[in-house]
C-alpha cells in the first residue's frame, strides 16, 4: 500500500518557486531519503508533508486521504528535527507523552507507550532529567522517542544527525536503521549527507533547486545515474569528470569515472601527475590531474605512490559513464 | 572567575567604581530613610545625622497614619500599578507573538506603528485623554489609570519582546504544533516561559514609572477613593509650610511594595532557562 503521495507538488514563496513539479510515491514500510546540496528544496518538502507549510498547488496524500487542509498534528505524522527541539521546561517524560497528552489518550495507553519508547531507546534512567541535564545523543534519541510514542503512521527526519560528531552519529545512523527494522514504519529522512542517504535508504530521491533529478535504490542510483549531478553528488571520494576529448579526438561530451575504478596500467589511456597521496589504512587515495583537470584515484590496501611522478591510468573496462553538454547521460 | 584572567587592580577599580555608584544611588534614599525617624527640628539641623536617642521621633509616621487614608492609596496604587503591567505584559506578548510569528500583510507597518509609541511622550495627549474619559464615565476611576498606563508601556513592550520571541526556536513551535498544540498552547506554554528574562525587564522599566506617577492621578483621578500614593502624599506638601516628617515618612513607606516587586522580578531576569533547549 502506498504511504505518502505526492502529485504534482509546487511551493513558492513569493516569486521564487521553491519546490517544481514534484512526484514521489512512498510505499508502506519504506526508507526513503530525501538528499540534496543545501538549498534544493529538501527541508521544504519535508515541511509540507508536515503540513508546516502549505503546498501552492499539488496534492499530498497520506495513506488515502488527502492532507492539503489537515493540521500537522491530526496527519498522523511524527517529526524529529535538527536542533531536537525538546520543550527546554519539561522533563524527559513530559517531553515524550505531551503528545500523547494532548490526544487525550488514557493513562494506561500513556505509561505504556511511553516504558516501550523509552526501553528501545535506552532511556529509562533519564526520564525525570531535564534537556539541559542531557548530553546531544540523549536529547536526540528523547527527540526520537517522542516522534515513536505516537505511533505514527509516517516519520519525518529533518537532518536528525547533523548536530552530532562524526562517532556519535554512526551510532544514531545505525540505531535509526535498527529502529526502522523493528517498527516497520514508514520513515522519511531528509539529509545533505550522501553517506547517509546511502546507508539507510530502501530509496533515494535526489533533489536539485527544487527538482527532483533521479528516484531510485541506491545502488540503482550509483552504478546507473540519470545525469552529472546525481552521478556526481553520490559517492565518495566523487566521480571523476573529464572531457572525453582525452580518449577520443572531437569529442564534446563529458567522461565519468569513479575514482575506484581507475588503476595504475602502463597501457593505459590517460596520463597523470600525482599531487598528493591519502593513506586512509584500507584505502589511499591518490589525488592527481590530468591534463590540468582534478583526478581521483581510490587503491585498494596500502600503495606506495610517489607524489609528483608522472603515471599513466587505465579504467576498468565498461565502468566509464559519458554526460552530453546538458549534463544528461549517453548510453 | 579564571584567575589567569583577572588582574587584582582591574578587580579593585572595577568593584570601586561599582561601590561608588551604589553609595550615590543610595544616599538619597537613606537620607529619606534617617530623617523620617527624627524631629522636625533635628531634619533641619543636621539633616546627615543618625536618629539617636533625643532626635528619635515617630512624628512623621503618626500624621501619616491620621491624616487621610493612607493605606486606601496604597492599595490604589498597588491595584494600578499590578493591573497595568498585567494588561502590558498579557497584551505586550501576544502582539509581539502576533508581529514575530506570523507572515500577514502589513506586518512590517504594523510593527513601525506600534513602536511609533516610544518616540512620542502620552502627556502630549492629556487633554484628549481627559475628554475622553469624562465621556466614558471613567474620570476618577482606578480603570482610567490602568488603561492610560497599559497604552503608555505597550509599545516599548511590543519592540522587546518581538525581538525576543523571533530568537525562539521555529522548530520548537513546530515540535508543538506537530505535538497537537494550539497557537494559544505555544504561546502560553513554549514560548512565554522562554522570554520570562525579557518579561521581567518590561516589567520592571514600567513599574517604577507607574508607581511614581503623579500627573495622570492628580488629572484623571483626584478623587479621596481613588487617590495613589504619590498624590496622597502630596497633602502635606503646602504652598507656605510643608509637613516634612510627614512627606519623609510616607516616601519612606512608598518605596518598600516597589522594592519587593522589583525583588521578584529581577530574579527572573538572572534566570535563564533556555539552556538545552536547542543546541
Known amino acids: ?57 499539488g496534492e499530498v496524500r497520506i495513506g488515502d486521504t488527502k492532507v492539503n487542509q489537515t493540521p500537522p498534528s491530526k496527519r498522523g505524522i511524527a517529526m524529529v528535527f535538527q536542533s531536537y527541539a525538546l520543550y527546554p521546561h519539561l522533563n524527559v517524560r513530559n517531553n515524550m507523552t505531551l503528545a500523547l497528552k494532548q490526544a487525550r489518550e488514557s493513562k494506561q495507553v500513556i505509561e505504556q507507550r511511553l516504558a516501550e519508547a523509552s526501553r528501545m531507546l535506552s532511556l529509562e534512567d533519564y526520564l525525570d532529567r531535564y534537556p539541559s541535564e542531557l548530553s546531544g545523543g540523549q536529547r536526540q534519541r ?9 505511533h505514527p503512521k ?65 545502488m540503482e542510483l ?46 593505459g589511456p ?62 | 572567575m579564571n584567575s589567569a584572567r583577572s588582574n587584582p587592580i582591574n578587580a579593585a577599580l572595577m568593584h570601586g567604581a561599582l561601590i561608588l555608584y551604589t553609595l550615590i544611588a543610595l544616599f538619597p534614599v537613606f537620607v529619606i530613610l534617617i530623617n523620617s525617624f527624627k524631629s522636625r527640628k533635628k531634619i533641619f539641623r543636621e539633616p546627615l545625622a543618625l536618629p539617636d536617642a533625643e532626635s528619635f521621633s515617630l512624628v512623621g509616621y503618626q500624621t501619616v497614619m491620621k491624616q487621610g ?30 508581529l514575530s510569528e506570523y507572515r500577514f500583510r502589513g506586518n512590517m507597518l504594523m510593527g513601525l506603528y506600534l513602536a511609533l509609541g516610544i518616540m512620542i511622550p502620552i502627556r502630549i495627549g492629556t487633554v484628549a485623554i481627559l475628554e475622553m474619559m469624562v465621556a466614558t464615565g471613567l474620570v476618577n476611576t482606578l480603570w482610567a489609570l490602568i ?82 500614593l504619590t498624590l496622597g502624599s502630596q497633602v502635606f506638601i503646602g504652598q507656605f509650610v510643608t509637613d516634612w516628617n510627614a512627606v519623609l515618612s510616607a516616601l519612606s513607606m512608598a518605596i518598600l511594595p516597589v522594592l519587593i516587586l522589583y525583588v521578584i522580578f529581577s530574579r527572573q531576569l538572572i534566570r535563564g532557562i533556555t539552556s538545552g533547549a536547542v543546541k
Request: hydrophobic share 45%; charged share 20%; with cysteine.
Open chain 1, 270 to 331: 590517460l596520463e597523470i601527475t600525482t599531487q598528493h597521496v591519502e593513506h586512509l589504512g584500507g584505502d589511499t587515495n591518490v589525488i592527481a590531474t590530468c591534463q590540468g583537470h582534478p583526478i581521483t584515484l581510490r587503491l585498494f590496501g596500502q600503495q606506495t605512490v610517489t607524489v609528483g611522478a608522472t603515471r599513466r591510468v587505465g579504467i576498468l573496462p565498461g565502468r566509464s559513464y559519458f554526460f552530453d553538454t546538458d549534463g544528461i547521460r549517453i548510453n
Open chain 1, 1 to 57: 500500500m502506498t504511504a505518502l503521495t505526492l502529485t504534482n507538488v509546487h511551493k513558492s514563496f513569493g516569486t521564487v518557486d521553491v519546490l517544481k513539479d514534484i512526484n514521489i510515491d512512498v510505499e508502506e514500510g519504506e526508507f526513503v531519503v530525501f538528499v540534496g546540496p543545501s538549498g534544493c528544496g529538501k527541508s521544504t518538502l519535508l515541511r509540507t508533508i508536515a503540513g508546516l507549510d502549505d503546498v501552492t498547488s
Open chain 2, 69 to 98: 487614608d493612607f493605606f486606601l492609596y496604597f492599595q490604589n496604587s498597588f491595584i494600578v500599578t499590578v493591573g497595568s503591567l498585567t494588561l502590558i505584559l498579557l497584551l505586550g506578548a501576544m502582539a509581539a507573538f502576533a
Open chain 2, 147 to 228: 488603561l492610560v498606563y497599559t497604552a503608555q508601556g505597550l509599545p516599548l513592550a511590543v519592540f522587546i519582546l518581538s525581538e525576543f520571541m523571533r530568537q525562539v526556536s521555529d522548530d520548537l513551535k513546530n515540535a508543538g504544533r506537530i505535538d497537537g498544540l494550539s497557537e494559544y498552547a505555544i504561546f502560553f506554554k513554549l514560548v512565554l516561559p522562554l522570554v520570562r528574562p525579557a518579561m521581567a525587564t518590561v516589567a520592571v522599566f514600567n513599574m517604577i514609572p507607574i508607581w511614581n506617577d503623579l500627573w495622570f492621578p492628580l488629572i484623571l483621578a483626584p478623587a479621596e477613593e481613588t487617590k495613589t
Open chain 1, 142 to 150: 528523547v527527540a526520537i522517542g517522542r516522534a515513536i510514542v505516537r
Open chain 1, 222 to 267: 550509483y552504478n546507473n545515474p540519470a545525469n552529472q549531478f546525481v552521478a556526481g553528488f553520490l559517492g565518495s571520494p566523487a566521480m571523476n569528470f573529464l572531457p572525453a576529448k582525452l580518449l577520443q579526438d572531437g569529442d564534446r561530451n563529458t567522461l565519468g569515472v569513479r575514482p575506484e575504478d581507475l588503476f595504475f596500467d602502463n597501457d
Open chain 1, 154 to 218: 509516517l516519520f519525518l527526519f529533518d537532518e536528525p544527525l547533523s548536530n552530532l560528531d562524526a562517532a556519535l552519529r554512526m551510532n544514531t545512523r545505525l540505531e535509526i536503521a535498527n529502529l526502522h527494522q523493528t517498527l516497520g514504519a514508514t520513515m522519511i529522512y531528509v539529509t545533505h549527507d550522501q553517506t547517509e542517504a546511502m546507508t539507510l535508504a530502501d530509496k533515494i530521491v535526489v533533489l536539485r533547486d527544487g527538482r527532483v533529478e533521479q528516484v531510485g535504490s541506491p
